[in-house]
């Protein structure tokens, strides 16, 4: 099970850019789709995620009012839009999704919890 994940690159702050998550040999249909995020010297974290038919969503608290997670199950990939970006969102970003489970508002994704992940795109923003 593979995901794929794309979207990242170089942006001035303040600027915005959309990370997609999309699979190839299985359907996202069933499955929760969390981002996660990795900047240097720091542990991975969660960033958002969206539970399977898009009925509940998380955010963390750095991210809430200028990131906004989505799917479109018909394309079988999720969505990351990131707005406002700040020099602290430079990371690279991970996609991974787990069938069955939902994403509430106060569930704090775990790397542990997800057992599909993408290889992480490079998100940099200057100041």
């Known amino acids: 099970v593979q995901l794929q994940a794309s979207g990242g690159g170089l942006v001035q702050a303040g600027g915005s850019l959309r990370l997609s998550c999309s699979a190839s040999d299985f359907t996202l249909d069933y499955y929760a789709i969390a981002w996660f995020r990795q900047a240097p010297g720091k542990e991975r974290e969660g960033v958002s995620c969206i539970s399977r038919f898009g009925s509940s969503t998380y955010y963390a608290d750095s991210v809430k009012g200028r990131f906004t997670i989505s799917r479109d199950n018909a394309k079988n990939t999720g969505y990351l839009q990131m707005n406002s970006l700040k020099p602290d969102d430079t990371a690279v970003y991970y996609c991974?999704?787990?069938?069955?489970?939902?994403?509430?508002?106060?569930?704090?994704?775990?790397?542990?919890?997800?057992?599909?992940w993408g290889q992480g795109t490079l998100v940099t923003v200057s100041s």
């Open positions: 991974a999704a787990e069938p069955n489970l939902n994403c509430y508002t106060d569930y704090n994704p775990l790397i542990s919890d997800f057992t599909s």
